[in-house]
């Protein structure tokens, strides 16, 4: 019978068991919340199944009924991967971050530039790259200057591994249109005058993005896009004050409140303080048809959860968005940026599509009758390419104070 080696981790204090975890190359986001016992449900041998967080939901099955709930209790949902399959996405993380060094080294201006992590195929088979993303610069003045291929590795000590020659791609930054979303004789969705606004409606010439508690005002506020409340590149604010409308012209909804709008290769984020004294508030459900309700909101999913997305690793393989302008899609995550070079910044894209309008939208996984939570839409329409560009919400939740 195989040995259980969460067994001797058990027998450990708090400190050394997570020390352990960590040495292995488990994530700071899962010890955050994990303990014995959870490990122990999840798998027997964490050198071999790497547990990873795949959620934050809600503790309780009744909350969304609930007209306007308040904090409410989330607890983490885990699951594991492959070893190998572990390696393969952090040694090429690992890999993106000293392509990241290089940059700073050899590049004259490379706040331009984005370093992430894609997958390529390579003959009959996929491959974990580095992907270099590249605006103003010349793209093959850029490539000259970088390596065509380095290596990462995972791990400390005795559980240390290293892959060579993850392959470095250089291209402008763009992508190819892939998954079309339906459109109406309007190109206008969720413009309803809601009573409740849920997230994926109209606000003003955006898109409300997800309801969040903020410790620091001891309320329920809507997540949207910074540039959708009017604030420039280089924002960034306690409060900022503008009147914002659901729909747009129509009823109050309250002002714009934090805001973080740091430039293109970094975050573009903001919360709406509603007017509580009236009509309409945020609503735990996303936005249906006709002025309805439709999916709730059940929590959100974690940044390890999203990476292994763009791997083909993960519980989902579809991340959808809702936006005004286009409706809701889907598409498979195919780039996941490096926060280590991005200010701690996380952002992935994906290959649905999206323009102007889907702003401030979200970005969920579907299960079940509910949703998660990965994101919030910045970018869609660029370069003549569409897509969908998002920021992630394991980082707005902490660089707001929001629990989703």
């Known amino acids: 019978m195989p040995r259980d080696k969460t067994r001797d981790l058990r027998k450990m204090n708090r400190r050394n068991f997570l020390s352990k975890l960590s040495a292995m190359g488990i994530s700071g986001a899962t010890l955050q919340y994990m303990t014995k016992d959870a490990l122990a449900e999840v798998t027997d041998d964490p050198t071999d199944e790497i547990p990873r967080l795949q959620s934050m939901r809600r503790k309780y099955p009744d909350w969304q009924e609930r007209d306007f709930p308040e904090k409410l209790e989330r607890e983490p949902v885990y699951y594991t991967i492959q070893r190998d399959d572990w390696v393969r996405v952090e040694s090429?993380?690992?890999?993106?971050?000293?392509?990241?060094?290089?940059?700073?080294?050899?590049?004259?201006?490379?706040?331009?530039?984005?370093?992430?992590?894609?997958?390529?195929?390579?003959?009959?088979?996929?491959?974990?790259?580095?992907?270099?993303?590249?605006?103003?610069?010349?793209?093959?003045?850029?490539?000259?200057?970088?390596?065509?291929?380095?290596?990462?590795?995972?791990?400390?000590?005795?559980?240390?591994?290293?892959?060579?020659?993850?392959?470095?791609?250089?291209?402008?930054?763009?992508?190819?249109?892939?998954?079309?979303?339906?459109?109406?004789?309007?190109?206008?969705?969720?413009?309803?005058?809601?009573?409740?606004?849920?997230g994926g409606a109209q606000v003003e010439a955006c898109t409300s993005g997800a309801p969040a508690w903020d410790y620091d005002r001891e309320e329920v506020v809507m997540l949207t896009a910074a540039h959708c409340v009017g604030a420039g590149e280089g924002t960034d604010t306690e409060y900022h004050g503008e009147t914002m409308n659901q729909p747009e012209n129509g009823s109050l909804m309250?002002?714009?409140?934090?805001?973080?709008?740091?430039?293109?290769?970094?975050e573009d984020v903001a919360t709406i303080n509603p007017e509580l004294s009236s009509e309409p508030v945020p609503s735990y459900k996303l936005a249906g048809w006709g002025g309805g309700e439709d999916e709730p909101i059940w929590g959100i999913?974690?940044?390890?959860?999203?990476?292994?997305?763009?791997?083909?690793?993960?519980?989902?393989?579809?991340?959808?968005?809702?936006?005004?302008?286009?409706?809701?899609?889907?598409?498979?995550?195919?780039?996941?940026?490096?926060?280590?070079?991005?200010?701690?910044?996380?952002?992935?894209?994906?290959?649905?599509?999206?323009?102007?309008?889907?702003?401030?939208?979200?970005?969920?996984?579907?299960?079940?009758?509910?949703?998660?939570?990965?994101g919030i839409t910045k970018a869609g329409l660029q370069g003549g390419a569409n897509y969908t560009a998002a920021d992630a919400v394991e980082y707005i939740e902490d660089i707001f104070n929001l629990s989703i």
């Open 92 to 198: 090429a993380r690992d890999a993106a971050s000293r392509v990241g060094k290089f940059i700073d080294e050899r590049i004259d201006d490379p706040s331009e530039i984005r370093v992430g992590v894609t997958t390529i195929v390579d003959g009959q088979h996929s491959k974990k790259a580095v992907k270099v993303k590249v605006k103003t610069e010349s793209v093959s003045r850029v490539r000259e200057r970088l390596p065509a291929s380095i290596n990462g590795e995972v791990g400390s000590g005795q559980h240390k591994e290293v892959r060579e020659n993850i392959p470095v791609v250089v291209d402008e930054d763009r992508a190819e249109k892939l998954h079309d979303c339906r459109h109406n004789d309007n190109n206008s969705y969720y413009n309803e005058d809601y009573g409740h606004v849920p």
């Open 301 to 374: 999913i974690g940044w390890d959860c999203i990476k292994d997305m763009e791997d083909g690793n993960a519980p989902y393989d579809q991340m959808y968005k809702q936006g005004e302008t286009t409706g809701r899609c889907s598409g498979p995550v195919d780039y996941t940026n490096l926060p280590d070079y991005s200010n701690g910044h996380q952002e992935f894209n994906t290959d649905a599509w999206a323009e102007g309008g889907d702003s401030g939208g979200p970005n969920f996984v579907m299960e079940d009758d509910h949703v998660l939570i990965a």
């Open 254 to 266: 309250g002002e714009s409140d934090k805001v973080s709008h740091e430039s293109d290769n970094y």
